[in-house]
Each structure stands twice: as C-alpha cells, then as structure tokens.
C-alpha cells in the first residue's frame, strides 16, 4: 500500500486553464505538504496543513489554492496557469512533532504549453 | 534565511569504494537534519534524521553525522553498490518560525559504476 499517493503522475495542459492534484496519505499523519521541485531540482515548500489548518503559505500567487477536506487529504488547485509553473509538484506528510521523517508521494510532473 | 549547500553537485565513484557527502547550512539553530534519496522520476526517501541533539544516526551502510557549530553534516556511505545511485538531499529543520519550514539542499547526484 503506498503511504503517500497524489494523482496524476503527470498533467500535461494549455496556458490558462485550471487544474488540480490531489493528495492522500494512510499514515495517520497530522501534517501534510506540498512542494514544488524546479527545472534545477531546487525543492521549496508551498503549503503546510496541520490537521486541516493552514500553517504554512510560502511566498505563492494566490492562483495556487490548497484544500483539505480531512487530514488524510491535501489538493492543489491551480487557477489560470502559465508556463513559470511548468514543475514536479510533491505532496509529503509528518506525524506531529519536530522529531519525525517527512514521507513523500512519487510526484506529478506539471507541464503548461 | 537558511540556505542549504551541498557539495558536489555530482560525483562518480566504482563500486565498492567508501564515499562521502557533504552539507552545509547557514543558520545553526536547526531542530533536526535530514538525508533523503531522491530515484529519478520518484518521491524522496527519508534515509536518516539526527536531532540537534544528537551527533550521528546510523542506519546499515549509512551514517550521517551533524555539526551544528561548524554548520555541517556529512553522509558516509560504506561499500557502495550501483543500487545507492541516486541524488542525495540534506533538509534542516528550524528551531524556531516553524518547524515544519524544512530548508532543502541542492542535492549531489551520485553513480556509482560497477
């Protein structure tokens, strides 16, 4: 069973449209993440959800909205995209605490035309 | 703001041969590190987590140590195989800000040739 699922694996689409990936975890984790690894392989945190509660919201445009429903999901929903988006997005997940491992999902590789 | 440094960028090496990878962190107050796996086309894979408290973690042929002071950590790994080829991260924790702000490195790519 994988820990850390997100769908699709790879999302291919035109300028301008909407999109979503979602994000499930089976860990029975309290915290959830998204990730966005750039063309060089730079990993930077977008979001962080603590039991459904935003806690962490980096520097992103506000057409990037995350979601969760329960604290087993996290969604990404991205409003009118542009090619600077084009990415490998990665969802992860930790138990609470400092002291424990982020767990991540195999990634779903963005690419606006 | 913590930057993360991990050098070289790449690095081949023949089987068998005892490497290590290098890490470099700006701000010291760190909670914990982390080393992670990176396959191609794949999730990362947490290999070692030392807490600040802590000066090393040991897991197989892996052992990662933290110097806060110095603002290092090194990944030893012993007899390398083809299979640890992969690209390798280091991660920091803060102490403070939230913890879950992990600061990742730019990662070495290793290959390791039969």
């Known amino acids: 069973d994988t820990a850390v699922s997100q769908t699709p694996k790879y999302l291919v689409t035109q300028m301008g449209n909407d999109k979503s990936i979602k994000c499930e975890q089976n860990l029975g984790h309290d915290t959830m993440y998204w990730y966005k690894q750039d063309s060089k392989k730079f990993l930077k945190i977008m979001f962080s959800y603590n039991n459904k509660e935003l806690i962490i919201n980096e520097t992103v445009p506000n057409r990037f909205s995350p979601k969760s429903p329960d604290k087993a999901h996290l969604n990404l929903h991205i409003n009118s995209l542009e090619l600077g988006d084009s990415a490998v997005y990665f969802c992860?997940?930790?138990?609470?605490?400092?002291?424990?491992?982020?767990?991540f999902g195999s990634g779903t590789q963005l690419s606006v035309l | 703001k913590q930057e993360v440094t991990q050098i070289p960028a790449a690095l081949s090496v023949p089987e068998g041969e005892n490497l290590v990878l290098n890490c470099s962190f700006t701000d010291s107050a760190i909670y914990n590190l982390q080393w992670f796996r990176q396959d191609p086309g794949k999730g990362l894979t947490s290999l070692l987590l030392i807490q600040s408290s802590q000066r090393e973690q040991t897991s197989g042929r892996l052992n990662a140590s933290l110097d806060k002071s110095s603002g290092r950590s090194t990944l030893y790994i012993a007899a390398s195989q083809p299979g640890d080829s992969a690209t390798y991260l280091c991660?920091?924790?803060?102490?403070?800000?939230?913890?879950?702000?992990?600061?990742f490195g730019t990662g070495t790519k290793l290959q390791v040739i039969p």
């Open positions: 992860a997940s930790s138990p609470r605490g400092r002291s424990e491992k982020l767990f």
């Open positions: 991660a920091g924790a803060p102490l403070s800000g939230g913890y879950q702000k992990v600061t």
